[in-house]
């Protein structure tokens, strides 16, 4: 069995900070959203991992180059043009033809283990493919399934009316990946203007040729793709990890209120501060004189006599002054009275 990620997009939701670097690499409690995801993968005895790039590809290559060559295989492919999810799949079918398929979208993060998943999929017996769902309470944003005895009858993309509470959330284990190919190929084909061809789509396909499709429920699942839903994923990993006693800070806080849970990487500068709950803080950073709560901070930034909430603060950023709540691009200077 095979990964595959899809991290070609841009990530509009969350600019500025995905105007110099994609979603993929944002930054979750202690290490980028991919890390996450891939040491979730570690879980499992999947080696090879198919990334499918796009958007700032060379930054995302060399993070997973830098660290996790050791572990993984990676087979890089690039989607262009960008024509939806489906099609981000599809771009990958020669690697990915001969072997089952572990597709997780690359801006989800779960607590709960993928080889988790992979046991409820083969609980599921002989099946096409299994695709994780979870009861939510608006189902018309995501994509959509209805079960009936256990069997999955039909599949519809953010549909107007829902057809249950059930949303497909971003896992999919797929046995029959030639079949997958075959419909995925078969909505290309048969509409040609659309721009954007829906992975769901493609399921339903399989579907409507007799395929058996299962779920199974998935929990603890953070969707990182807008300010407010990273800042909770920052918030839920932080506790996950402070709870379980992995060591999140790196650098020595100076005369200053560390309150857990906080990530500070190596050789940041804390002095005088008051930080956490809920603080991420990447490398070579400087905090002086400041106070900041639920808030993430990337590496090479200058804060100094502010007082910072629910913030945003990019790489080599400088922020000072008295503002409350920011989300500050990558190589920005904010100054405050
Ligand atoms: C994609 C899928 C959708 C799924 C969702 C999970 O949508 O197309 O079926 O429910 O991920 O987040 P997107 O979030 O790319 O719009």
Not at 10 to 24: A, E, M, Y
Not at 64 to 77: A, P, R, W
Not at 80 to 86: M, N, S, T, V
Request: hydrophobic share 35%; glycine share 6%.
């Amino acid at each position: 069995m095979r990964a595959l990620i899809p991290a070609a997009g841009r990530g509009t939701r969350l600019r500025p900070q995905t105007n110099t670097k994609p979603k993929s690499l944002l930054r979750v409690a202690d290490k980028p959203l991919i890390g996450h995801i891939l040491d979730n993968l570690k879980t499992t005895k999947i080696q090879e991992v198919i990334v499918i790039l796009g958007y700032m590809k060379e930054q995302i290559t060399e993070y997973l180059q830098k660290n996790y060559s050791d572990h993984f295989k990676f087979l890089f492919v690039e989607q262009e043009p960008r024509l939806g999810l489906g099609h981000a799949v599809y771009v990958a079918k020669e690697q990915a033809i001969d072997q089952p398929l572990l597709i997780v979208l690359g801006d989800m993060i779960f607590l709960q283990t993928y080889e988790d998943m992979l046991q409820k999929h083969r609980k599921n017996g002989e099946c096409a493919a299994s695709i994780g769902v979870k009861e939510v309470d608006q189902p018309q944003h995501y994509g959509n399934v209805k079960i009936k005895n256990g069997d999955i009858t039909q599949l519809v993309e953010k549909p107007t009316i829902p057809l249950s509470n059930l949303a497909i959330s971003g896992v999919y284990i797929i046995n029959d990946t030639p079949l997958l190919y075959k419909a995925l190929e078969k909505i290309i084909e048969e509409e040609p203007q659309t721009g954007e061809y829906q992975l769901t789509d493609a399921l339903q396909k399989m579907i409507d040729w007799k395929a058996r499709l299962k779920t199974f429920k998935v929990e603890q699942w953070y969707d990182c793709g807008r300010k407010d839903t990273l800042l909770e994923a920052n918030r839920i990993i932080l506790q996950e990890k402070h709870n379980n006693h992995i060591k999140l800070t790196h650098s020595k806080p100076i005369n200053s209120i560390i309150i857990p849970p906080v990530a500070i990487a190596e050789e940041c500068q804390i002095e005088n501060s008051v930080i956490g709950p809920h603080v991420s803080v990447a490398e070579c950073t400087k905090i002086k004189n400041s106070i900041i709560k639920n808030t993430i901070i990337g590496s090479h930034v200058q804060i100094e006599n502010t007082n910072l909430t629910n913030t945003l603060v990019g790489d080599e950023a400088i922020v000072k002054g008295t503002p409350l709540e920011l989300n500050v691009g990558d190589h920005a200077t904010i100054q405050m009275k």
